[in-house]
């Protein structure tokens, strides 16, 4: 859920705006990800039910959990990561407790709706095909490097693209959109015949990440080639996921003074339509439906949760009791970073 790169000079600043825009993304990205296959690409998740079992023991809670009360009965907040690793992909113990508990699962967007999928990828088609010609030869080279076709330049919007391939490129460090904690918890709830409500419509969330007219920065785009091909969004990537999965709220919350983002005043607004701005919709959201008397289970983006703004405070603004959950501590410890470039390139 990193913003950075949404300002100017981004070049220095591009690296991880995937994580901003991967719930966005990922409705999309779901009907093109089977194209990155072979040998030399980088490798697709197992996602058979055996393959799940984490190799370093029982799943370990990580994320962010609180328990949110009013009227009478529980609900859960729940702060998550969009990409994630596959021993770190199943929720622990409280966390699965806590969705068992909950008659809802309330997500951002339920990725998996067909007509949701639709609707976004309509969305995001706008401008599609507006690379400047003088960069299509290094986009091209970008969609080589991870497997992905050299049609998409035409099939979406320039910044969704690149989101894609720096999505598709993490997969060699073993990260993936696939194993994320929304993807986990909903396949969770569906084992469960539990239902899933989305708390966002595809035209909010596409706003939120485009603006409204989606307008095509030649600027953004030039600067976020340099970055993929500089390799520079590891490092912020890596960081957010550690914070994440060691629950270490308090370096979420100081994620201004490190994320190098928000340095411009161009910068802070864009954060700011994309997380604060979002998030009092999310809590009216949210709000609805525990009055209508069944807890829920609501799984937002981390980023989500922090500050006056957060969903937590917007939460206990709104009358609820609101609780964090205590989660076991334990050392987070991410693959190596693969080298920028596949195996036989």
Known sequence: MSCAGLGVDHGR?????????????????????????GAECPPAPNLAAGQLTPTLGEPRD???????SAASHTSWLYGTIHINKQDWALPGPKTAAALRASKTLALEMDVDDPSIQQRFAKLISRH???????????????????????????????????STIELIGLRADGLYFEYGADQMLAGQARAERKPIVSLETPEVQAAALLGLDAVVDVDEITDALDALEGDRSKALTRTLLTTWAESDLSRLESYAQWCDCMTTPKEIAAIRRLIDDRNPALAGAIDALHKKGRSVFAAVGALHMVGPAGLPELLRQRGYRVERVAFASGAAVLPRAAPNSLPGQ
């Open 13 to 37: 600043r591009y690296g991880g705006r995937w994580i901003a825009a991967l719930v966005f993304v990922v409705a999309w990205l779901s009907l093109w990800a089977s194209a990155a296959h």
């Open 128 to 162: 599609a095909g507006d690379v400047p010609t003088a960069l299509v030869p290094r986009v091209n080279a970008q969609l080589t490097r991870v497997c992905l076709p050299e049609t998409l330049v035409g099939q979406m919007h320039p910044s969704m693209l690149l």
């Open 62 to 68: 990580r994320g962010f959990l609180w328990r949110i």
